[in-house]
């Protein structure tokens, strides 16, 4: 920024359009920024986890290797931290879906972002395999200690979620809460907005949704 625009607040159209900010950094081009987070979120069982783990195998094989369309500049290690399922499940839905997978994978706990051991174990893992970019499936599985409901207890977990990847961007994969066996959905009514507890924070503070 030119020494005659320092120390202001505001500017002309021209003088603004005129400054050269750092160019913003990417994981993926127009898709996943190289800072804060990413949000993938909508109802269970629509395949946010295998949507994550295609853009996971995109970035893990790099350029001119493309998955669903998606074909990076550069090639970035990717760590798939999975706890929304049990582990043998999701080692058969991506034996069948990608059976050539190339990113790591973590398998902890229900609640793991909730012990510091499980959050240093995650965050050296992503060290470990050079983690340029971290996974968290699922918000609601990575805490059963903290309220997302709550934008104070939605601030916790962001944070411990942070110290697990290692400095690195991440995404996280976020549901309404799971109907209770014979519960409808109902709109526009406290059902619906509980389902939705904690959605709006999340969305708030996203970098790309």
Known sequence: ?????????????????????????????????GYNYTLLFGESKLGKSILAAQVSQ??????DHPVIG???????PVLYVQADQPAPEWHEELAR???????????????????????????????ECRAGFVWFDS???????L?????????????RLKQAANGQPFGLIHHPRRLAPGEKRQVG?????????????????????
């Not at 998606?70 to 970035?76: C, F, K, Q, V, Y």
């Not at 409901?149 to 944070?159: F, I, T, V």
Request: net charge positive; charged share 20%.
């Open 189 to 209: 009514s406290y059902n619906a907005r509980d389902r939705y507890a904690g959605s709006r924070y999340l969305y708030s503070q996203a970098s790309s949704i």
């Open 139 to 145: 918000a609601d599985a990575a805490t059963v200690e």
């Open 1 to 33: 920024m030119p020494d005659s625009l320092r120390g202001r607040v505001w500017w002309t159209g021209p003088e603004f359009l005129a400054i050269r900010f750092p160019q913003l950094p990417w994981v993926l081009p127009g898709w996943i920024p």
């Open 58 to 63: 995109a970035l893990e094989l790099g350029p």
């Open 147 to 159: 309220n997302i409901g709550h934008k104070g207890e939605c601030q916790r977990l962001l944070a």
């Open 70 to 76: 998606l074909d990076p500049p550069t090639r970035i």
């Open 97 to 127: 879906i990608m059976p050539d997978a190339r990113f790591s994978i973590a398998t902890p706990r229900n609640g793991w972002a909730d012990s510091e051991g499980w959050r240093q174990a995650i965050k050296a893992a992503a060290a």
